[in-house]
C-alpha cells in the first residue's frame, strides 16, 4: 500500500482501472456523456423519440444517466487514448486477445460481453457474448476462456466462453433448495489460468471461492473478512 501516486486527473468519473499484461499500461472506464431514454420497465429503455416520448398518459417517462466508455494511458498517466467500444462500456479486462469489457449498450443492441484493442479506428469491435444479463469479463492469463457473471432469473451466476464466442457453459449452478438462491459474482482467474475465484454468498454472507477452471471442487478460501458487494 506505499507509493501512492496520481498519475490521471480529468473531470470525468473515472473508475475499474486494469492492468495490460506486460503492466505498461491501464484501462480504465469513463464517462463519455449523458443517456436520454423512455424507461418502460424490466430494464428496458426505449430511444427519446415518437412515440415513446408522447406527454403522459401515453408516452414513458423520461430517465437520464452517464454514459461509459473505455480509455487507456500508461503507467504514468500519459499516452491518452481512448478505445472503440459499444455504447456504456464498463469494467475493462486486459487480455493476451485485447481488452474484454461489458456493456449495457442502448435499445439497438450491442448489450454483454465484448473485445476490443488498444488501437485506434472504431473497426476494433467484437462480440463475444451478446446478451444483456453477461457482465464483469475476466480473460484467462495466455488462454482462450473468459469467464463473467450471468444474471439468471432472480440471481447471479459465473459462466465461461471462449474469446471466440464458442463453448459457453455455467461454471456455478443454482441451489435449488435455498430460498432465496444465492449469488455467485466477479470472477477472476488464477495467474496459471487452471483456477477461478469468485464471490459468492452461499453460506449467508460474502466469501470468497475459488474452482477448478470447469466449474469442479468448488471450496471456500479461508479469508475471514468482511466482503460488501453491492452488484456495480
Not at 447471479?156 to 441451489?175: I, K, M, Q, R, Y
Request: charged share 20%; with cysteine; aromatic share 10%.
Amino acid at each position: 500500500g506505499a507509493g501512492e501516486r496520481r498519475i490521471l486527473v480529468r473531470g470525468e468519473l473515472l473508475r475499474s482501472p486494469a492492468w495490460s499484461p506486460d503492466g505498461q499500461k491501464i484501462a480504465f472506464s469513463h464517462v463519455t456523456g449523458e443517456n436520454r431514454c423512455r424507461y418502460a420497465g424490466y430494464i428496458i429503455c426505449f430511444p427519446d423519440k415518437f412515440p415513446y416520448n408522447l406527454p403522459a398518459p401515453y408516452g414513458l417517462p423520461l430517465v437520464t444517466n452517464d454514459s461509459w466508455g473505455l480509455a487507456r494511458v500508461d503507467v504514468n498517466g500519459g499516452s491518452y487514448q481512448d478505445l472503440a467500444t459499444q455504447p456504456n462500456a464498463i469494467t475493462p479486462s486486459w487480455s493476451s486477445h485485447g481488452i474484454l469489457y461489458g456493456s449495457s449498450a442502448d435499445f439497438y443492441g450491442g448489450a454483454g460481453i465484448h473485445l476490443t484493442q488498444d488501437a485506434a479506428g472504431d473497426n476494433q469491435k467484437a462480440a463475444v457474448a451478446s446478451e444483456l444479463r453477461y457482465q464483469d469479463p475476466a480473460g484467462q492469463i495466455d488462454g482462450d476462456r473468459v469467464v463473467f457473471q450471468s444474471q439468471e432469473k432472480d440471481h447471479w451466476e459465473v459462466f465461461a466462453v471462449n474469446v471466440d464466442g464458442s463453448g459457453l457453459a455455467a461454471l456455478t449452478h443454482p441451489d435449488n433448495l435455498a430460498s432465496p438462491l444465492p449469488h455467485n459474482v466477479s470472477p477472476a482467474w488464477s495467474p496459471d489460468g487452471r483456477n477461478v475465484v469468485f464471490l459468492s454468498n452461499r453460506t449467508g454472507e460474502w466469501r470468497l471461492w475459488v474452482m477448478d477452471a470447469g466449474g469442479s471442487n468448488q471450496r471456500q478460501l479461508p479469508v475471514e473478512i468482511t466482503i460488501e458487494y453491492n452488484y456495480q
